[in-house]
């Protein structure tokens, strides 16, 4: 997978990673931070910059959703819902990209499946898949998809007044995104596999 300059960049070097994530905060501000002609000018090629750097994240996030999720055939199971597509800002604040997709053929409850991807260059990547029923609201993980030496596990994730569980697969470093989306996607094609049989 070809990873952008400004990727590997911010992977490499955290403290550019931290200023470029407090400039793109200010794209949408007003107030520049800058006292005379030569600074307004350096802020204004620096705001550029992070908004090229986290226009390239979000283009890295769809290809690498394309790369593991896509590949191996999620979107067979279903229609996808694309209704309201992630936006590039919450992409970059929550580091992840997701997509719902309608069952073909209900798992039980589920009539929903939402997979996603996480990437937090300074830490790592990974997918993980939750489930709803036709009303969208979250429920367990289908019986047989926690199977021993899959990769795959449980994670409670509190959310406002309710707790619901996601399967999220082995995390995999930053570091090593250019080869990241081989051994990701061999463990999502063993996942849709085993929901495509149940």
């Known amino acids: 997978m070809n990873i952008p300059d400004s990727i590997n960049a911010i992977i490499a070097d955290e403290t550019l990673h931290d200023g470029v994530v407090q400039l793109v905060a200010k794209l949408n501000g007003k ?36 790369a593991t999720w896509g590949e191996a055939g999620a979107l067979d199971l279903g229609e996808p819902d694309d209704s309201e597509p992630n936006d590039p800002h919450t992409i970059w604040e929550h580091w992840e990209i997701y ?79 250019s080869t990241a989306a081989e051994p990701l996607r061999e463990s999502v094609s063993d996942l849709i596999v085993r929901l495509k049989a149940l």
């Open 31 to 66: 107030k520049m931070v800058a006292d005379n002609w030569a600074q307004s000018r350096d802020y204004a090629k620096a705001l550029s910059m992070a908004a090229m750097a986290r226009s390239d994240y979000v283009l890295l996030m769809h290809d690498l959703w394309d």
């Open 99 to 177: 997509r719902y997709v309608g069952l073909s053929r209900p798992i039980g409850a589920c009539a929903h499946v939402i997979f996603y991807v996480e990437f937090d260059p300074h830490n790592t990547i990974s997918l993980s898949v939750s489930f709803e029923d036709e009303d969208y609201n979250q429920i367990p993980i289908p019986n047989g998809l926690l199977e021993e030496g899959t990769g795959w596990h449980s994670v409670k994730v509190p959310n406002d007044d309710f707790i619901y569980p996601i399967l999220y697969s082995a995390s995999i470093p930053s570091k090593t995104i």
